[in-house]
């Protein structure tokens, strides 16, 4: 367990520059940004077959960027927060996908990461029942195809 909090610290500089940089690129005029940096992301990093299904390869990152928006934004928005894994995990080839879905009535809007078949997200038992995926990294992959 301290090992695991030593590298969460450890990653938590790049963690805060990451949610600064994806909490930038977030505009309410403007989603086309963010699908344009999932695009970036997908053309330098695609994914690796590789086995990182552990939680010591997700864990530290996935902790460092939540540490980073409590100290930047005051809390969790999912969007920055994703963004922001996805980012730091793609790197380190860790062959994670980035989803938003939709609830459409009352509308709520929801962005996670999945690995494999598995959601990595307070929510995720909630997710398949509540949202309906509106964009999702393997979409990108066929576009780039």
């Known amino acids: 367990m301290a090992n695991h909090s030593l590298r969460t610290m450890a990653l938590l500089p790049e963690a805060l ?6 909490n930038k690129q977030i505009r309410p005029d403007s989603f086309y940004t963010v699908y344009e940096s999932l695009l970036a992301l997908e053309r330098t990093y695609p994914p690796q077959a590789a086995d990182f299904g552990s939680a010591d ?6 902790e460092a960027v939540k540490k980073a928006c409590r100290i ?12 922001a894994a996805y980012r730091m995990l793609r790197r380190r080839g860790v062959p994670v996908d980035f989803s938003i879905g939709i609830q459409p009535y009352p509308f709520v ?13 307070e929510q995720a038992e909630a997710i398949p029942t509540k949202y309906r ?3 999702h990294t393997r979409q990108i992959r066929e576009h780039l195809s």
């Open 17 to 22: 520059k990451e949610v600064g940089l994806a």
């Open 133 to 135: 995926v509106a964009l």
């Open 57 to 62: 390869a997700t864990e530290p990152v996935l």
């Open 109 to 121: 809007a929801h962005a996670w990461l999945e690995l494999g078949d598995t959601i990595l997200d």
């Open 72 to 83: 930047l934004l005051k809390q969790e928005y999912c969007l920055p927060k994703a963004l």
